[in-house]
Every structure is written in structure tokens, then in C-alpha cells.
């Protein structure tokens, strides 16, 4: 099982103890006490290990050598007799550098020793001879922390958790964070998380009521299976908070975490094998179409997929955003597409996604972009496109307005649309951060139909859902989460 350990670098030691009950409070299984970080802010030692038997959860006592990146500069005999007074003091666990014990050999009397490794730059070389030399040193738990300068580091991970001893294995740095995330899949001996409002004591820490609530690590088993979202920004992404919702209503033992990716193919050739469903968003939605065993043919004309789900053996690329887009079209318009005048705003991939789709259903379609050269580009490649001036619109007439340009994103007062709408007219505004934006309350205002972009984001992943599990999505209960984030942030 593993272990969520919340470390503590708390010198007072009754905030120390109340530290404690509250990630006890939490879920957490243990406390890390970085004595090294205490003793940094002023603590006293002995005051410290008194508290101990107040501590309600198993401690694992750290002193962090400034040598890898801990507070702790003294001679290394003092920082032994520390070890030892942890150890007599009721420590758990006491965790020391591997770098350290090779040179000064010391193991605790009631404890059990956790040998660790860090490199805060990148993974470091030969990671299986390291974790044979801890063993060699007799290690209770072999702990490796690494550094992963993209997302596909995370695979060297996974395999330094080989099942023959307990090794806790992590990855820091944002590109790392599904190695915490999926700690219990991969059998990692322990995870650390933070407290909320706490920094944590690395980048990528997860707050514990995330790793608990939403990617159920107490749930997970090797026999878990991995769904993921990549991109770049991906912090922000609500699709973790939908899919995991999803797979927990429909109790499926799956776990959806997002992953940092600069270089989309390298990551899918070395981690593809262990995941089994991929949403892919910006600037990814080109980059894995020569992976994939076939693609849908609305993919390919788009030439964009946002998708991977598998097939019986064979892996199935697919663009779920554009029968969102058509869907929320006709919705919008009360009836069908064909023979409707649409008039898309933006020629980047939406937008590109929003002509295919509404054409293949029969709409004429129009397209503006700001700058026109994109816009030209596209009409050329898919054909039977009407072009319009950015600076033209303002005279255009049509049945639906769909926006596809980011304006208005995380700015309420701006609209891709500053100009008088048709009271009859359909507007489907793809963004959904704001939930309401600018366009959606003037085209209110004006009478008009609306449908905005939370409706497009939920009917692709509900689609995706359905690829990947054959289930229903819970859309009403994945609506409710977005609107309540969306609420908050
Ligand atoms: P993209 O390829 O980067 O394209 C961005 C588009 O926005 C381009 O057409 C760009 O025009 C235009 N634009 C940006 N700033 C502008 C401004 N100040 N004035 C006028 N036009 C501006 O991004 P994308 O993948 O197409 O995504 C676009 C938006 O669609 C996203 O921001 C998101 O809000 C929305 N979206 C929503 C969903 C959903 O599920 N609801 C899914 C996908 C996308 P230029 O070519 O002139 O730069």
C-alpha cells in the first residue's frame, strides 16, 4: 500500500503537533518532520523529539544535507547523534542520503532506515544501480526524487518500482507530477502530498484533499488503469476534475491525471504502452496522428485529433471537439445545420474544427480571422469557404455566429463581436472561462439564441468517456464540478 506522507517543517512544536492532527484529519498516513528546516527557523531539537509521542501518526524524520538541497550544513557526527535521538524518540522512519551512508555507515536501533537520492537539475544516470546500492546498504525503503524535463522522464520512473523491495519513486518539477499522482498504480511505497495552503517541500507536491478525493489514491492498485490529458499549459485543464468524476459514478478502477508535455511524440512512444485513453489539447492536437494505428475520418480532414482511445489491440485516434461543435450548433439553432448561413470567428485549430464539422453537416459557412492570411490558408486547404474581412464583420448577416477565437478567455469585458447581433440569430461562444462571457450576455441581451462553451468542453469529454469506457458520461454531475471551479477561480 501506499503511503501519503504530508511533511512538517514546523519549529514550535505544539503547531508541530496541531500540523500533525490535521493531516491526520486529512487522510495522511504519516508526517515527514524536516528537522533540518526546524532547526533552520529557530527550533529546538529536544523540544521537537518531546513532542513525538503527541505526534498522532507514524513520523519519518528528515535532515536534509545542504548537499542535496536541505538546511543542514554541521559536521555530519552531530547530524548522527540527531538520527539517533529521532530514533530513540520514536521515529517511524529516519531518512538519509545514500551519498552520506556509502561514506559514514549508521543504521537506527528501532527505526527503519529510508536511503534516499535527489537530483533537483534532471533524472541523473544510472537510477537501477542506485537503487542496488541502497539495497546493497541494507535500505527498509529506497527513495528516489529526480527531476523530469519532460513528461516522458515519468516511464524511468515507473520502472525503478520493480517489485523486488519497497522503493518510493518520484519525479519533481511540474513535468513530474503524475508520478505523485499515480504513486498507488505504480506501487510507489509512499507519496507526499501538501497540506492546502501549505507550499510543500518540492515542486509538484499535490494538496492532499486532491490526492485523495479526486484521484482516489487510496483506491488505486496496480490493476488501476491510466487516462490522461496532455498539453502544454495543462494546470489549469478541468478534464482531471470530469473524467475522474466520470469513472467514480460509474465505480470503473481508472484514474485520469494530467500530464505536462513539451514533446508529445517521445512522451506517447515511451509511456503510451501504460495508458489507455489520451485527451490531447493545445499545442498537441497535431502531433501524435503518425502514432496511432487509424484516426476517424472527420479527423483526418481536420487534421487534428483530440483523442486516443484503444480498440481491442489497435490504438484509434479521434476529433470528439468537432461533434461537439456540431451539436452545440444545432443546438443553438433550434434545428439542423443545412442550408443555415454560419459565420465562424478564428482560423486556428477550433476554428478550423468548426468549418469542417458545420460544412460536413451542410451549413455555408464564412470564416473570419484577424489575421487573414490564416484564414486565406485554410479556405484554400478545406475549399467552398466564403472569406471575410476582420474588418468587415460588422456588415455580415447569418443564422450563427460561433466564436472560436480566444477572445473573451479569462477577460469578461471583451468580446470577439463589439458590433450590433440580428435578434433572430444563433451565437455559440467556445469559450467557457468565464462561464458567461461578454458575447454570451450581449447576445442574451439582444434576444439571441445562446449556447456557450462549457456545453461544447462537457460534450467532447463526454464523448470521449463514452470511447473509452462504452459508458455514459454523467454530464449533469460533470457540469455541477465545472461550474463550481469555474465559480471559485
Ligand atoms: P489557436 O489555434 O491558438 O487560435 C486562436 C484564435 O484566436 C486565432 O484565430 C487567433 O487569431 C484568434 N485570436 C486571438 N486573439 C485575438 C484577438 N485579440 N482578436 C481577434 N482574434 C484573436 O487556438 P484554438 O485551439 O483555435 O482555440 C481557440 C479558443 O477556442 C480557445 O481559446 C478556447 O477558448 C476555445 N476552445 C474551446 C473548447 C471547448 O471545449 N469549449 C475546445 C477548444 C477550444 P490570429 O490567427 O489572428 O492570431
Known sequence: MTLVVVPLAESDPNKLIERCSQARAAGADAVEVRLDLALKAGGSAEAIFSSFAWLSLPIIVTIRHASEQGAWKGDEGARLHLYARADTAGAAWVDRELAHHTVRPWRPTRAKLILSHHDFTGMGKDLPAV????????ADLCKIAVTATDAADLDRVRQLIDGKGPVAAMAMGEHGVPSRLLAGVWNSALTFARLPG????????????????????KQQTTATKVYGVIGSPIAHSLSPLVHNAAFSAHKINAVYVPFLVTNAPAFWKTCGDWIQGLSITIPHKQALQALV???DDLGKRIGAM??????????????????????????????????????????GGAGRAAVCAL?????????????????????????????????????????????????????????????????SSAVFDSVYNPLETKLIVDAKAAGCRVVPGLDMFLD??????????????????????????????
Open 131 to 138: 537503487v542496488s546500492a541502497m539495497r546493497a546498504a541494507r
Open 198 to 217: 501549505d507550499a510543500g517541500s518540492a515542486v509538484g507536491q499535490p494538496a492532499i484533499d486532491e490526492l485523495i478525493s479526486l484521484y482516489r489514491i
Open 293 to 295: 494505428g487509424s484516426q
Open 306 to 347: 483530440n483523442t486516443i482511445y484503444r480498440n481491442g489491440t489497435a490504438t484509434v485516434g479521434a476529433n470528439t471537439d468537432a461533434d461537439a461543435i456540431r451539436r452545440c450548433s444545432e443546438r443553438a439553432l433550434c434545428g439542423e445545420l443545412r442550408g443555415k448561413k454560419a459565420l465562424v470567428l478564428g482560423a
Open 359 to 423: 460544412q460536413d453537416a451542410g451549413a455555408e459557412v464564412a470564416v473570419a480571422n484577424r489575421t487573414l492570411t490564416r484564414a486565406e490558408e485554410l479556405a484554400r486547404e478545406l475549399g467552398g469557404l466564403r472569406l471575410v474581412a476582420w474588418e468587415a464583420l460588422a456588415k455580415e448577416r447569418f443564422d450563427l455566429l460561433v466564436n472560436m477565437t480566444s477572445v473573451g478567455l479569462k477577460a469578461p469585458t471583451e468580446t470577439p463581436w463589439p458590433h450590433k447581433l440580428p435578434e
Open 460 to 489: 467532447q469529454a463526454c464523448a470521449q468517456f463514452k470511447l473509452w469506457t462504452n459508458h455514459e458520461a454523467p454530464a449533469d454531475v460533470m457540469r455541477a464540478l465545472c461550474v463550481q471551479r469555474l465559480t471559485k477561480s
